[in-house]
């Protein structure tokens, strides 16, 4: 993977010094890409592009960026990696190209594809994950354009005066004397609701994130103007309106030879390259195609914690002795979890706080002690119906239908009075493959939804991590905050094809990828994501319900491939996720740190959210009456971001 950063202006005073600006913005960027750093400036119309480069593939000087097409028109500096570079070689020699290959780069087979073609027709045809930009020397145009599911970032803003700015990162723009620096407090809302900054908005008014699937072009003198090149709403209606109904086993069948293909073209690399397991279903599935294509032990990475209940360590462990593959493991100390907190603020430049961001961060660290590459199994919940909260999410939905709005508050009321901790004692005795894991936590997050209708709002409340954000701002007269996420409602009966489609839209790039991302390059890691691989993508919507969930199980499918690899025995049990024991945390190792960042001098700093109402919580919390850890979780990874940033 690398990074990047440009600029396009008009000529000025500050465009005298576009080479000085575009160093510094490019050298933001050296964790992405430590091997390399190269600027290209054309003073003629002012445009300026930097590039940090993590050498993968061609890792001689033919790889290095920015790069030029043969013809001299293209420039493009790009972060990502294409996994049918062979393929489009050979199509556009077929289609007319007769120069010379300076090398073995899919940046010099994505060059010669954009001439050859144009960008909309080309970048149809990349299989990969990508972030680019394109300089195009005879039309003076810029394009930008990013992956289908939104696995590499790409920032972007136009100034009043004209300039155009872009870069794989926040920190880059910063360094640009124009950048704007104003929070926008709807980004804020949105970020206390979902943990996370969705697309198209930053937490910075007039910065944009563009969004997944979408190409950008701007002229000099031109606004900027967007196209989407894959529909993921046309894929996902178009796959529920003919389903796939041959028998299982044939379906089967074909997932596991899209699957072959699609872990097998990312295992291409020049360079080390390994996976992270959990030994759950989804990297499970992942390491064991990969030893199956390998002639040698796969490198294997995860990680654990003291509180068994939050550890899938040994899980790993015996999938792993199954597949004979070279483990690694790392049982995190308090110590480096603390040391990884002080991290965070730096290594995800906009306010992010999905917990998960911790262990992620440090099984990346743990990989690239051995490897540059490693895979990872993100993706297949959202692809094969993974997550509980669809089924029970449907189950309240068609519960509400019939029992009377009093009854349901009245309910909720009931659950909510007894903590999460008494629910977990009482509910004890029921063994454990019967059990919930978590399950206190579980019957609050569930009774919250009691009251509201359908199945869209049920979905929203169980990810929200404040279900109303604009009451923990400080000026929260305006009200709710509409945040707007797309739906199949009006064309998609199924409602875990609904929810399905508000997690690959929202949750997946919004937070998965971006954690992900962040993870992994902030230590120079590339991780690729062979289960979002957009054919497996268009694949799973095809597929029908029966092949994606049974009663409380899901990925039916994908399991089904799994057992041909691995005994079931080491795979099924309840989901788990990828969690830390946050909330003993906060009231324990972290408290000096957590009242730190919570206090009133600290929170009247900021002076963006309600001090009296965001310490209630806090003070709730901290007692044990209510256990608030992920909401004031959002508070505080915001309130280290500011103290870092702002």
């Given at each position: 993977m690398c990074g990047l950063a440009g600029f396009l202006c008009k000529p000025s005073a500050t465009a005298s010094k576009s080479g000085e600006i575009i160093r510094t913005m490019t050298d933001t960027l050296a964790h992405r890409g430590p091997d390399a750093g190269t600027e290209w400036l054309d003073e003629d119309v002012c445009v300026a592009f930097g590039h940090r480069r993590l050498s993968i593939v061609d890792l001689s000087p033919a790889g290095a960026q920015p790069m030029h097409s043969t013809d001299g028109r293209w420039v493009i500096i790009y972060n990502g990696e294409l996994y049918n570079t062979e393929d489009l070689r050979s199509e556009v020699v077929q289609g007319g190209y007769s120069g010379h290959w300076r090398g073995h780069s899919d940046t010099e087979v994505m060059l010669e594809a954009v001439s050859l073609w144009g960008v909309e027709r080309a970048v149809k045809k990349f299989n990969g994950i990508f972030a680019f930009a394109l300089w195009d020397r005879r039309e003076r145009r810029l394009w930008l354009v990013r992956d289908r599911l939104g696995v590499k970032p790409l920032y972007w803003t136009q100034l009043a005066d004209g300039t155009f700015m872009f870069g794989s990162e926040l920190r880059a723009l910063r360094r640009h004397p124009k950048c704007p620096t104003q929070i926008d407090h709807q980004a804020v809302a949105a970020f206390l609701h979902s943990a996370c900054v969705p697309s198209p908005l930053t937490i910075y008014r007039g910065i944009h994130k563009l969004m997944p699937a979408h190409i950008l072009s701007v002229s000099p003198d031109g606004a900027p103007t967007t196209a989407c090149y894959w529909d993921i709403r046309a894929i996902s209606i178009d796959g529920q309106h003919h389903l796939d109904q041959r028998p299982d086993e044939e379906l089967t069948d074909e997932l596991e030879q899209l699957l072959l293909d699609a872990v097998g073209r990312q295992m291409v690399a020049d360079v080390p390259l390994g996976a992270f397991l959990s030994g759950g279903i989804d990297s499970s599935t992942v390491v064991a195609l990969?030893?199956?294509?390998?002639?040698?032990?796969?490198?294997?990475?995860?990680?654990?914690?003291?509180?068994?209940?939050?550890?899938?360590?040994?899980?790993?462990?015996?999938?792993?002795?199954?597949?004979?593959?070279?483990?690694?493991?790392?049982?995190?100390?308090?110590?480096?979890?603390?040391?990884?907190?002080?991290?965070?603020?730096?290594?995800?430049?906009?306010?992010?706080?999905?917990?998960?961001?911790?262990?992620?961060?440090?099984?990346?660290?743990?990989?690239?002690?051995?490897?540059?590459?490693?895979?990872?199994?993100?993706?297949?919940?959202?692809?094969?119906?993974?997550?509980?909260?669809?089924?029970?999410?449907?189950?309240?939905?068609?519960?509400?239908?019939?029992?009377?709005?009093?009854?349901?508050?009245?309910?909720?009321?009931?659950?909510?009075?007894?903590?999460?901790?008494?629910?977990?004692?009482?509910?004890?005795?029921?063994?454990?493959?019967?059990?919930?894991?978590?399950?206190?936590?579980?019957?609050?997050?569930?009774?919250?939804?009691?009251?509201?209708?359908?199945?869209?709002?049920?979905?929203?409340?169980?990810?929200?991590?404040?279900?109303?954000?604009?009451?923990?701002?400080?000026?929260?007269?305006?009200?709710?905050?509409?945040?707007?996420?797309?739906?199949?409602?009006?064309?998609?009966?199924?409602?875990?094809?609904?929810?399905?489609?508000?997690?690959?839209?929202?949750?997946?790039?919004n937070d998965i990828l971006t954690k992900l991302d962040r993870a992994s390059m902030a230590v120079s890691l590339e991780a690729r994501v062979p289960l979002l691989d957009h054919r497996v993508v268009e694949y799973s919507w095809r597929l029908p319900r029966s092949a994606l969930t049974n009663g409380r199980i899901g990925k039916r499918i994908l399991r089904n491939v799994l057992r041909r690899y691995v005994p079931p025995a080491l795979f099924e049990r309840q989901k788990m996720g990828f969690g830390i024991p946050l909330g003993e945390w906060i009231r324990g190792p972290l408290a000096e740190w957590a009242a730190d960042l919570l206090s009133e001098h600290s929170l009247k700093t900021s002076g963006l959210f309600d001090v009296a109402y965001v310490r209630r919580h806090l003070d709730e919390h901290l007692t044990g009456r209510r256990n608030w850890q992920y909401a004031l979780w959002t508070i505080i990874m915001f309130q280290a971001w500011y103290r870092r940033w702002a």
């Amino acid at each position: 993977m690398c990074g990047l950063a440009g600029f396009l202006c008009k000529p000025s005073a500050t465009a005298s010094k576009s080479g000085e600006i575009i160093r510094t913005m490019t050298d933001t960027l050296a964790h992405r890409g430590p091997d390399a750093g190269t600027e290209w400036l054309d003073e003629d119309v002012c445009v300026a592009f930097g590039h940090r480069r993590l050498s993968i593939v061609d890792l001689s000087p033919a790889g290095a960026q920015p790069m030029h097409s043969t013809d001299g028109r293209w420039v493009i500096i790009y972060n990502g990696e294409l996994y049918n570079t062979e393929d489009l070689r050979s199509e556009v020699v077929q289609g007319g190209y007769s120069g010379h290959w300076r090398g073995h780069s899919d940046t010099e087979v994505m060059l010669e594809a954009v001439s050859l073609w144009g960008v909309e027709r080309a970048v149809k045809k990349f299989n990969g994950i990508f972030a680019f930009a394109l300089w195009d020397r005879r039309e003076r145009r810029l394009w930008l354009v990013r992956d289908r599911l939104g696995v590499k970032p790409l920032y972007w803003t136009q100034l009043a005066d004209g300039t155009f700015m872009f870069g794989s990162e926040l920190r880059a723009l910063r360094r640009h004397p124009k950048c704007p620096t104003q929070i926008d407090h709807q980004a804020v809302a949105a970020f206390l609701h979902s943990a996370c900054v969705p697309s198209p908005l930053t937490i910075y008014r007039g910065i944009h994130k563009l969004m997944p699937a979408h190409i950008l072009s701007v002229s000099p003198d031109g606004a900027p103007t967007t196209a989407c090149y894959w529909d993921i709403r046309a894929i996902s209606i178009d796959g529920q309106h003919h389903l796939d109904q041959r028998p299982d086993e044939e379906l089967t069948d074909e997932l596991e030879q899209l699957l072959l293909d699609a872990v097998g073209r990312q295992m291409v690399a020049d360079v080390p390259l390994g996976a992270f397991l959990s030994g759950g279903i989804d990297s499970s599935t992942v390491v064991a195609l990969m030893q199956a294509q390998s002639n040698q032990p796969v490198r294997t990475f995860s990680i654990g914690f003291k509180e068994k209940k939050y550890s899938e360590a040994d899980h790993a462990q015996r999938v792993a002795a199954h597949l004979q593959t070279q483990h690694t493991e790392l049982i995190v100390e308090a110590e480096t979890t603390r040391a990884t907190i002080a991290r965070l603020p730096d290594i995800y430049d906009e306010p992010f706080a999905d917990s998960s961001q911790i262990p992620t961060f440090l099984v990346s660290q743990l990989a690239r002690r051995d490897v540059t590459v490693a895979l990872s199994g993100d993706g297949g919940d959202e692809c094969f119906a993974g997550y509980t909260r669809y089924q029970w999410i449907e189950c309240l939905a068609n519960w509400t239908r019939v029992i009377p709005q009093p009854i349901l508050r009245g309910t909720k009321s009931a659950l909510q009075a007894l903590s999460i901790e008494t629910w977990d004692c009482l509910l004890s005795p029921i063994p454990a493959r019967l059990r919930p894991t978590h399950i206190g936590d579980k019957i609050h997050k569930g009774s919250a939804l009691l009251p509201l209708a359908g199945v869209e709002a049920m979905y929203s409340g169980a990810v929200a991590q404040w279900s109303e954000p604009h009451k923990a701002m400080r000026d929260h007269g305006a009200g709710p905050v509409a945040f707007g996420y797309p739906d199949l409602s009006d064309s998609v009966k199924d409602p875990v094809a609904r929810m399905r489609y508000l997690d690959m839209t929202h949750y997946l790039p919004n937070d998965i990828l971006t954690k992900l991302d962040r993870a992994s390059m902030a230590v120079s890691l590339e991780a690729r994501v062979p289960l979002l691989d957009h054919r497996v993508v268009e694949y799973s919507w095809r597929l029908p319900r029966s092949a994606l969930t049974n009663g409380r199980i899901g990925k039916r499918i994908l399991r089904n491939v799994l057992r041909r690899y691995v005994p079931p025995a080491l795979f099924e049990r309840q989901k788990m996720g990828f969690g830390i024991p946050l909330g003993e945390w906060i009231r324990g190792p972290l408290a000096e740190w957590a009242a730190d960042l919570l206090s009133e001098h600290s929170l009247k700093t900021s002076g963006l959210f309600d001090v009296a109402y965001v310490r209630r919580h806090l003070d709730e919390h901290l007692t044990g009456r209510r256990n608030w850890q992920y909401a004031l979780w959002t508070i505080i990874m915001f309130q280290a971001w500011y103290r870092r940033w702002a």
